[in-house]
C-alpha cells in the first residue's frame, strides 16, 4: 500500500543529462521513486505525485532535474546546491 509523500525523495544532486527527440513526450518523474531515472515508470502511484510530461520542440541536450526539488520542472535549476 502507498501513502502520500510530502516531499519528493532527493535521487541525485544534480541534473541528469539527456539527448531527447523533437516532437517525442517524455514524462520526468516528479516524486523520486522511478527505478527509470529521470523519467517515470509508474512507481509514483498513490504518492500524491504525478509525472511531468514533456514534449522538445527540438532535438536536443536537456538537464533534467535530479533532486526533484527544482521550481521549473522538468529542469535542473540548481536547486540541489542548497538542499
Do not use: N, R
Not at 532527493?10 to 523520486?32: D, F, L
Amino acid at each position: 500500500m502507498s501513502e502520500i509523500m510530502e516531499e519528493p525523495i532527493i535521487v541525485k544532486k544534480g541534473p541528469y543529462e539527456v539527448e531527447v527527440e523533437a516532437g517525442k513526450t517524455y514524462y520526468w518523474c516528479s516524486c523520486g521513486k522511478s527505478e527509470k531515472q529521470p523519467f517515470c515508470d509508474g512507481a509514483h502511484s498513490g504518492s500524491g505525485f504525478q509525472p511531468v510530461p514533456f514534449t522538445p520542440e527540438i532535438s536536443d541536450t536537456i538537464f533534467f532535474c535530479g533532486c526533484k526539488h527544482t521550481k521549473a520542472p522538468p529542469y535542473c535549476d540548481g536547486t540541489d546546491k542548497d538542499l
